[in-house]
């Protein structure tokens, strides 16, 4: 009988450790999308990114002839397990489009919904597509 308090108490050790009140990120290579407002945790480096805001949209919408075709700017917050938060943009055209996370580069894949006709988007609406990617160098 003692062999089976053993396994019992082996067994919850094990679904305990496999549980977390983290949620498990993403991993480099793999795509993953935020809304405005939603944070997530880069998974090799335990580094939160927040999603703060989408501050410059002049790209130029489907149905309307433009000289050039604009840009999308979206503000993220990358906090580092072991340091302080920053705030960086990344760009869908003009100016960089990745932040450099440690041994890694967080890389700004589209900006959508993408305008169809000149007006607003609603802040609520916008989705970042992003990727991690390890730097080579």
């Known amino acids: ?3 089976g308090k053993v396994c019992i108490v082996v067994l919850a050790g094990l679904l ?3 549980c977390s009140d983290e ?14 407002g939603d944070q997530v945790t880069l ?8 999603f703060i805001e989408v501050s410059e949209d ?4 489907l149905r309307v ?3 050039w075709a604009g840009d999308g700017a979206v503000v993220l917050e990358v906090a580092p397990r072991d340091g302080d938060a920053t705030e960086h943009t990344v760009h869908t055209t003009e100016g960089p489009d990745a932040v450099i996370v440690g041994s890694y580069e967080l890389t700004l894949l589209s900006l959508s919904p993408y305008p169809e006709e000149p007006g607003d ?8 597509e992003l990727v991690l990617y390890e730097r080579l160098e």
């Open 65 to 67: 002839q433009c000289v």
């Open 43 to 50: 998974s090799p480096l335990g580094t939160h990114v927040r």
């Open 16 to 18: 305990a450790a496999g």
């Open 121 to 128: 988007i609603e802040p609520a609406d916008y989705r970042a």
């Open 23 to 36: 949620p498990v990120g993403p991993v480099p290579g793999e795509t993953f999308t935020l809304a405005p």
């Open 58 to 61: 002049s790209r130029c919408p």
């Open 1 to 3: 009988m003692r062999h």
